[in-house]
């Protein structure tokens, strides 16, 4: 799309378009939002400054009211762009912008991610795919597309801060000569929105298995869960269980199912380590055996024993079952190092004891001026300020003369300097 392609000539006179065409060398393209008049619906652009123009990026407020609607985003990141993390980052930098508002975020289009495992919310060891899960991530936003846009990858992506005003999604054949699915699903306004929640009882019992600590609770959306919480029949749900096991379970199923929506969830970081050629490599995890891993099951059977009933007897056998773990992980390291020795390879050896002793040293003892040793932490930091003090020049506050030298070129100037509200907010 272009200047002489007339709105007219993409839409019937009765849908507003908004559209960014692109620009420069780059051949076809540009994304744009199509929408059909409603009386009661407000359709509003959201101009963004100039230095997101070389993004192929339109907003738009979907308003029905003062407070209620959607900011809907279409974006589209270029393929050849996954190596160019300053594009990311000014791409990044735009939604930060765009999403401050009191409205719902929905962004969708095509980021050209096929690597990106939106279900399990991790991503290949890649700087661009990094920065972007990331993002996505610490703001609460949600994938929506569980089926391939294109042969076998899914590139075209629905991703939203609020999971229940979308549904229904699903794929139609392309338009005109597309390689890419169409993505058909309904957006629900926030005054159309009826909270009902089915509600199934659990076929396993599996009320140990729901992990409540993986939640960002700080970051909850309480006002939802407590309208989602009131439209459920708790009559039916406890009069289905046949047992109080049952009960808990299908009422821990409930909790679980409506924090998915409502409360963003922690993610494990990986750790890294840095070899000699400056590449990433995995840590390796401490491995047990199974006669420990035995142990570490029956403590945490004991710690939930304990949990539902807190008497001394149940506190008991936690005791003894954590002393057993300690007991046999001792035993374990003992065998380690036996094996070691035994070995006889003193470079096993010593790397064995440089694992160990990655600590920080302590002071050893400083000599005083009476010629005996401090020992404490105290005496020795006033030891080392004293003799700080007593190296350091007193300012005269006689300014020296200090001349200027003429620069040979005075055309230098500093090229490439680049800051976004996302890279401050990174380091921040």
């Not at 209620?68 to 589209?76: D, E, W």
């Not at 089915?198 to 009320?207: D, F, G, K």
């Not at 035993?331 to 003193?346: H, L």
């Not at 920080?360 to 000599?367: G, Q, T, Y």
Request: proline share 4%; aromatic share 12%; hydrophobic share 35%.
């Amino acid at each position: 799309m272009n200047d002489t392609m007339l709105d007219s000539m993409i839409a019937p006179t009765d849908w507003c378009v908004f559209r960014r065409d692109r620009g420069g060398s780059r051949k076809g393209g540009g994304v744009a939002i199509m929408c059909k008049n409603n009386p009661h619906i407000v359709f509003k652009r959201v101009e963004l400054p100039s230095r997101f123009n070389k993004l192929e990026i339109v907003v738009i407020d979907i308003l029905t009211g003062n407070a209620n609607g959607t900011r809907l985003i279409v974006a589209y990141y270029p393929p050849d762009l996954l190596s160019d993390i300053c594009m990311c980052r000014l791409l990044l930098s735009a939604f930060m912008y765009i999403g401050n508002t009191n409205l719902t975020v929905c962004i969708v289009g095509d980021l050209n991610l096929p690597l990106m495992d939106w279900v399990n919310g991790s991503s290949p060891n890649n700087d661009i795919y990094i920065e972007f899960l990331s993002y996505f991530n610490h703001n609460s936003f949600v994938q929506l597309v569980n089926f391939p846009t294109r042969n076998n990858n899914l590139l075209d992506v629905i991703l939203t801060d609020n999971p229940q005003q979308i549904n229904n999604i699903h794929s139609l054949p392309p338009i005109g000569n597309s390689d890419h699915l169409t993505i058909v699903c309904n957006l629900i306004i926030d005054t159309d929105t009826v909270c009902n929640l089915a509600i199934e009882p659990p076929s396993v019992l599996a009320y140990d298995n729901y992990d409540f600590t993986n939640y960002k609770f700080e970051r909850a959306d309480w006002h939802n869960i407590n309208i989602a919480l009131s439209t459920i029949d708790w009559y039916y749900v406890f009069g289905v269980g046949i047992s109080i096991e049952e009960c808990w379970d299908s009422f821990c199923s409930i909790l679980h199912n409506i924090f998915e929506f409502y409360i963003p969830k922690k993610h494990a970081h990986k750790q890294f380590k840095y070899g000699r050629s400056g590449a990433k490599k995995t840590t390796k995890r401490k491995t047990y055996s199974n006669k420990i891993r035995r142990a570490m099951s029956g403590k945490l059977k004991a710690w939930r024993t304990f949990k539902l009933d807190r008497s001394s007897t149940k506190k008991a056998k936690f005791n003894i079952s954590s002393k057993k773990l300690k007991n046999e992980i001792f035993k374990f390291d003992i065998d380690k190092e036996k094996k070691v020795i035994e070995s006889g390879s003193a470079r096993e050896f010593f790397k064995y004891v440089k694992r160990k002793t990655t600590c920080r040293e302590v002071i050893p003892p400083l000599s005083k001026e009476n010629n005996e040793y401090a020992y404490s932490d105290l005496e020795k930091a006033s030891i080392l300020n004293n003799y700080f003090c007593s190296v350091f020049t007193k300012d005269n506050y006689v300014l020296p003369d200090f001349s200027v030298s003429k620069v040979e070129n005075n055309n230098l100037c500093l090229n490439n300097i680049y800051f976004s509200d996302y890279i401050v907010a990174q380091k921040i």
